[in-house]
């Protein structure tokens, strides 16, 4: 999204002309296909020439723009450095994940690495405190740029959203919109304001509260039965499709119905039929099919830990407004090409592997 900003900015135009399958971990070395809506490939191919840290090519035209979800999966290259492990622990390591999987957490591409992770935002967003959101958007952090630092410190002192705006020199990132819709006629207008934030970041900050109780309640639900499938799991009913996709509910209408019908219930009969890989966990929303279970009273808990119920995700304010959705619990990945590259000397240097991972959620969000 950082680069999808960077790149709008650049061109003069909102970051919806850019469409794309799924965000990316701006840490690692990536690569996807994007949708350019009316740009010309000679304008998309001046940004190698403007960004050293951006490459694009392989420009061909499509009579359809990409949406989130139209992705098979993901394929990474990953390696591990400076492992203290001998080869023989490594090696049952990977088959171990290789067999079992792994716990299917979000992580810091959700959240960011920021001292106010983005669920806080989320949750105050949810709770419908603008004020409390924008303050949390602003706070200074030690490690922002000189003048992002002091642009923050005078919002934070002063609430002079113009004075704010003057000392900063970059006005596209997210900190820089969101003074610029301060500075304009929504000082008293805080909603409004929030709205110069591009809608994707927007959203990202709601969904991160969704990943946050999810990632509670997986803990919870390991801790307490470890790999067992329950009675009342949820797993993915035949009708079910994996979508990955926020823009559903324009396209089909009826969300509720949809996130009913595509898992269901499992009874005590069928539990030999399913691995612990085929159940599925909520992500929290006004329409999801909770589990029935113990499960569902540990979202009621950790909500009621925040503050929360279930009436804040069904806000009247449509953006603020989250049906849910469904992630699977326990992912096995199917591991490709493994390499331990080991020094002449005998220490273990590092490890490699290729990942591909399957969609990992049913219907966003």
């Given at each position: 999204?950082?680069?999808?900003?960077?790149?709008?900015?650049?061109?003069?135009?909102?970051?919806?002309?850019?469409?794309?399958?799924?965000?990316?971990?701006?840490?690692?070395?990536?690569?996807?296909?994007?949708?350019?809506?009316?740009?010309?490939?000679?304008?998309?191919?001046?940004?190698?020439?403007?960004f050293n840290n951006i490459k694009v090519g392989n420009i061909i035209y499509k009579?359809?723009?990409?949406?989130?979800?139209?992705?098979?999966?993901?394929?990474?290259?990953?390696?591990?450095?400076?492992?203290?492990?001998?080869?023989?622990?490594?090696?049952?390591?990977?088959?171990?994940?290789?067999?079992?999987?792994?716990?299917?957490?979000?992580?810091?591409?959700?959240?960011?690495?920021?001292?106010?992770?983005?669920?806080?935002?989320?949750?105050?967003?949810?709770?419908?405190?603008?004020?409390?959101?924008?303050?949390?958007?602003?706070?200074?952090?030690?490690?922002?740029?000189?003048?992002?630092?002091?642009?923050?410190?005078?919002?934070?002192?002063?609430?002079?959203?113009?004075?704010?705006?003057?000392?900063?020199?970059?006005?596209?990132?997210?900190?820089?919109?969101?003074?610029?819709?301060?500075?304009?006629?929504?000082?008293?207008?805080?909603?409004?304001?929030?709205?110069?934030?591009?809608?994707?970041?927007?959203?990202?900050?709601?969904?991160?509260?969704?990943?946050?109780?999810?990632?509670?309640?997986?803990?919870?639900?390991?801790?307490?039965?470890?790999?067992?499938?329950?009675?009342?799991?949820?797993?993915?009913?035949?009708?079910?499709?994996?979508?990955?996709?926020?823009?559903?509910?324009?396209?089909?209408?009826?969300?509720?119905?949809?996130?009913?019908?595509?898992?269901?219930?499992?009874?005590?009969?069928?539990?030999?039929?399913?691995?612990?890989?085929?159940?599925?966990?909520?992500?929290?929303?006004?329409?999801?099919?909770?589990?029935?279970?113990?499960?569902?009273?540990?979202?009621?808990?950790?909500?009621?830990?925040?503050?929360?119920?279930?009436?804040?995700?069904?806000?009247?304010?449509?953006?603020?407004?989250?049906?849910?959705?469904?992630?699977?619990?326990?992912?096995?990945?199917?591991?490709?090409?493994?390499?331990?590259?080991?020094?002449?000397?005998?220490?273990?240097?590092?490890?490699?592997?290729?990942?591909?991972?399957?969609?990992?959620?049913?219907?966003?969000?």
């Amino acid at each position: 999204m950082d680069t999808i900003n960077c790149i709008s900015s650049y061109f003069r135009v909102q970051p919806k002309v850019f469409s794309y399958a799924g965000s990316k971990d701006k840490r690692g070395k990536t690569s996807q296909l994007v949708s350019a809506y009316k740009i010309k490939p000679e304008r998309l191919l001046s940004i190698n020439k403007e960004f050293n840290n951006i490459k694009v090519g392989n420009i061909i035209y499509k009579n359809e723009q990409l949406k989130l979800g139209d992705l098979w999966g993901n394929h990474f290259a990953i390696v591990l450095r400076q492992l203290d492990g001998d080869p023989e622990t490594i090696g049952k390591a990977i088959d171990s994940l290789s067999a079992k999987g792994f716990i299917n957490y979000y992580g810091m591409q959700r959240f960011g690495t920021q001292c106010i992770p983005t669920h806080s935002i989320g949750r105050m967003l949810l709770h419908s405190n603008w004020a409390g959101a924008i303050d949390l958007i602003l706070t200074p952090r030690q490690e922002d740029p000189e003048d992002l630092l002091a642009a923050k410190q005078i919002w934070t002192q002063s609430k002079d959203a113009k004075l704010a705006l003057q000392n900063l020199k970059r006005k596209f990132g997210i900190e820089g919109k969101l003074l610029s819709g301060l500075a304009s006629t929504h000082e008293k207008d805080l909603y409004n304001a929030l709205g110069a934030i591009p809608r994707n970041m927007r959203l990202m900050y709601l969904h991160s509260y969704q990943s946050y109780i999810w990632n509670k309640v997986a803990s919870k639900r390991i801790k307490e039965y470890g790999l067992k499938v329950l009675k009342g799991d949820l797993v993915s009913s035949e009708a079910g499709v994996i979508v990955d996709n926020s823009e559903v509910e324009k396209e089909e209408g009826n969300r509720k119905a949809m996130l009913s019908s595509i898992v269901k219930v499992i009874s005590e009969d069928e539990i030999d039929k399913y691995d612990i890989s085929d159940v599925l966990l909520p992500l929290p929303g006004h329409s999801i099919v909770f589990p029935d279970n113990e499960t569902k009273d540990w979202y009621d808990e950790f909500l009621k830990e925040d503050g929360m119920n279930w009436s804040n995700f069904d806000s009247k304010i449509k953006a603020n407004s989250l049906s849910g959705a469904y992630r699977k619990l326990i992912v096995v990945p199917k591991m490709g090409t493994t390499e331990l590259i080991i020094d002449k000397s005998g220490p273990l240097k590092a490890f490699e592997a290729g990942i591909s991972i399957a969609p990992l959620c049913l219907c966003n969000y």
